[in-house]
């Protein structure tokens, strides 16, 4: 028999649509459930590979991980990932499609239902509960015609809606009751009721708001969250927020300074998640429009659109904070696509990223690279060759680098593959895996590099802890067996 299903739509984007999922998928795996997840179209440069060799938004492998199961491609069939000159890359059920602008891609919508269709089918097949995550806003009436994210995946499947305001941001009443307005009227009658999230201070304050927000909207009060805090401690969805405080506020009292420079389509940056919690770290994301601060490590991170991105380096002047950086000693890590621009030169002869066929890199680094169609997508793991500390992660990247230094391999697999490179006088590594740190010996040895003391925190022991406690609070303020009755 087919799963039930319950689909979570927003009043807007960051509403806390991933959050409520994953603490959901918690808590009803620990009441025995088979719970799996499900977002139809999702938009993100911080993608995960699956187990079965795809590549999802992180939010629904962090729901996988809440629900206890495997990541599965099938968890996010359609995969939007912004790069520049040539639109957004498209991957449909974990394999790139091709690149569309934004115009082209909602005439590709219909095009694209059926895989959407298939691959929710395929984990309903499966499961007890399928818990389904909206796009965005269930309000955005201007592109339901050809919608696969919100109303129109929902009415197609048949499943019903449970809507989702942020009190956090003002305004919850007129997002909630403004968008029972404007939805279609074949849509309506989807909608089970609605969740007020972020709330801070005392409930009871809002308890008149509830009921005036239930009896215009005419939908079911469902529950009242308050604010969690913890949710910084999970991998974020996308790179907004990040590195809103300036870098001139930081005082570092005495811990080691790593800077990561905010790069216009920086991909998979929850790499540094771990470093965060760190407290022999002061991580800075550096904002455009700011000089790199002094450091003891600059790691340049993962981007969707390398050759535009190290062009924004240089626009940035960056590229000038990097070499007196490494001029005064200090030391630099490369992951991915900052691994790549490290190198003394990038080739893209098929046009994959960028109008232009080749670019000078950074050169500090003796190796080059040319990017091509073919993206290895793989869960790796194995040994640091310099301090021999286990590592775990993924690969997923375009592109072959080659060079001298690519005889000092930073990492080995277990295959015997050597990955990454280290320059000739140490001060600069790359690599090509990602999820490196949240390994607590490799993070430990990385730490050690720079003359700093990991401390004894488990990181993903703490992820799994804060599921827990995400799942206990909305067992506290969500109404988890009416939306058990809900779902069908």
Same mark, same amino acid.
């Given at each position: 028999?087919?799963?039930?299903? &319950?689909?979570?739509?927003?009043?807007?984007?960051?509403?806390?649509?991933?959050?409520?999922?994953?603490? $959901?998928?918690?808590?009803?795996h620990?009441r025995g459930?088979?719970?799996?997840?499900?977002?139809?179209?999702?938009?993100?440069?911080?993608?995960?590979?699956?187990?079965?060799?795809?590549?999802?938004?992180?939010? =629904?492998?962090?729901?996988?991980?809440?629900?206890?199961?495997?990541?599965?491609?099938?968890?996010?069939?359609?995969l939007?990932?912004?790069?520049?000159?040539?639109g957004? =890359?498209?991957?449909?059920?974990g394999?790139?499609?091709?690149?569309?602008?934004a115009r082209?891609?909602q005439?590709?919508?219909?095009?694209?239902?059926?895989?959407?269709?298939e691959?929710?089918?395929?984990?309903?097949?499966?499961?007890?509960?399928?818990?389904?995550?909206?796009?965005?806003?269930?309000?955005?009436?201007?592109l339901?015609?050809?919608d696969?994210?919100?109303?129109?995946?929902?009415?197609?499947?048949?499943?019903p809606?449970?809507?989702?305001? !942020?009190i956090?941001?003002?305004?919850?009443?007129? =997002?909630?009751?403004?968008t029972?307005?404007?939805?279609?009227?074949?849509?309506?009658?989807?909608?089970?009721?609605?969740?007020?999230?972020?709330?801070?201070?005392?409930?009871? &304050?809002?308890a008149?708001?509830m009921?005036?927000?239930? !009896?215009?909207s =005419?939908?079911?009060?469902?529950?009242?969250?308050?604010?969690?805090?913890?949710?910084?401690?999970?991998?974020?969805?996308?790179?907004?927020?990040l590195g809103?405080?300036?870098?001139?506020?930081?005082?570092?009292?005495?811990?080691?300074?790593?800077a990561?420079?905010?790069?216009?389509?920086?991909?998979?940056f929850?790499?540094f !998640?771990?470093?965060?919690l760190?407290?022999?770290?002061?991580?800075?994301?550096v904002?455009?429009?700011?000089?790199?601060?002094?450091?003891?490590?600059?790691?340049?991170p993962?981007?969707?659109?390398?050759?535009?991105?190290?062009?924004?380096?240089?626009?940035?002047?960056?590229?000038?904070? $990097?070499?007196?950086?490494?001029?005064?000693?200090?030391?630099i890590?490369?992951?991915c696509?900052?691994?790549?621009?490290?190198?003394?030169?990038?080739?893209?002869?098929?046009?994959m990223?960028s109008h232009?066929?080749?670019?000078?890199?950074?050169g500090?680094?003796?190796?080059?690279?040319?990017l091509s169609?073919h993206?290895?997508?793989?869960?790796?793991?194995?040994?640091?060759?310099?301090?021999?500390?286990?590592?775990?992660?993924?690969?997923?990247?375009?592109?072959?680098?080659?060079?001298?230094?690519?005889?000092?391999?930073?990492?080995?697999?277990?295959d015997g593959?050597?990955?990454?490179?280290?320059?000739?006088?140490?001060l600069?590594?790359g690599?090509?895996?990602?999820?490196?740190?949240?390994?607590?010996?490799?993070?430990?040895?990385?730490l050690?590099?720079?003359g700093?003391?990991?401390?004894?925190?488990?990181?993903?022991?703490g992820?799994?802890?804060?599921?827990?406690?995400?799942?206990?609070?909305?067992?506290?303020?969500?109404?988890?067996?009416?939306?058990?009755?809900?779902?069908?």
């Amino acid at each position: 028999m087919p799963a039930k299903a &319950l689909m979570f739509q927003g009043t807007g984007s960051d509403v806390g649509k991933s959050l409520i999922v994953a603490g $959901l998928c918690r808590a009803y795996h620990r009441r025995g459930l088979r719970v799996l997840p499900f977002k139809p179209q999702n938009m993100s440069n911080n993608a995960a590979v699956t187990a079965d060799g795809g590549e999802i938004g992180r939010a =629904q492998a962090l729901q996988a991980r809440a629900c206890k199961v495997p990541a599965s491609r099938h968890m996010n069939p359609v995969l939007l990932k912004p790069q520049s000159e040539v639109g957004a =890359q498209v991957v449909v059920q974990g394999r790139v499609w091709g690149n569309a602008k934004a115009r082209d891609y909602q005439a590709l919508k219909p095009q694209l239902m059926p895989y959407v269709l298939e691959s929710f089918a395929h984990l309903r097949s499966g499961a007890d509960l399928v818990l389904v995550e909206g796009a965005g806003s269930a309000a955005e009436v201007n592109l339901r015609a050809n919608d696969i994210a919100n109303m129109g995946f929902a009415r197609a499947a048949d499943v019903p809606v449970v809507l989702i305001g !942020d009190i956090d941001r003002g305004g919850v009443i007129a =997002q909630i009751v403004g968008t029972r307005v404007v939805l279609d009227s074949l849509d309506l009658p989807l909608v089970g009721g609605f969740i007020v999230n972020r709330f801070r201070g005392d409930p009871s &304050l809002f308890a008149d708001g509830m009921q005036w927000i239930a !009896d215009k909207s =005419q939908w079911p009060a469902l529950g009242l969250v308050p604010h969690f805090a913890d949710a910084v401690r999970l991998p974020p969805e996308d790179a907004f927020g990040l590195g809103r405080e300036p870098v001139a506020a930081r005082s570092h009292g005495g811990r080691r300074v790593i800077a990561v420079p905010m790069l216009a389509h920086i991909a998979n940056f929850d790499d540094f !998640d771990p470093l965060r919690l760190e407290a022999d770290v002061e991580l800075v994301m550096v904002r455009p429009g700011s000089a790199l601060p002094v450091a003891d490590l600059i790691i340049l991170p993962g981007s969707k659109a390398t050759l535009a991105d190290l062009a924004h380096l240089r626009d940035q002047k960056w590229h000038i904070d $990097l070499l007196a950086h490494h001029r005064r000693g200090g030391k630099i890590l490369g992951i991915c696509a900052g691994f790549q621009m490290l190198g003394r030169a990038l080739a893209d002869p098929d046009g994959m990223e960028s109008h232009h066929a080749h670019m000078e890199g950074l050169g500090l680094l003796d190796v080059t690279t040319t990017l091509s169609a073919h993206k290895n997508l793989r869960e790796v793991e194995g040994r640091s060759l310099v301090e021999d500390a286990p590592f775990r992660g993924y690969e997923m990247h375009i592109g072959e680098t080659a060079g001298p230094d690519c005889a000092h391999a930073f990492l080995q697999f277990g295959d015997g593959r050597l990955d990454g490179a280290i320059s000739t006088d140490g001060l600069v590594r790359g690599t090509y895996v990602h999820g490196l740190f949240n390994q607590d010996a490799q993070r430990a040895a990385l730490l050690g590099w720079i003359g700093a003391t990991a401390s004894q925190l488990s990181y993903d022991d703490g992820v799994d802890a804060v599921l827990d406690a995400l799942a206990d609070h909305l067992e506290a303020h969500v109404d988890l067996d009416r939306l058990l009755t809900l779902a069908r």
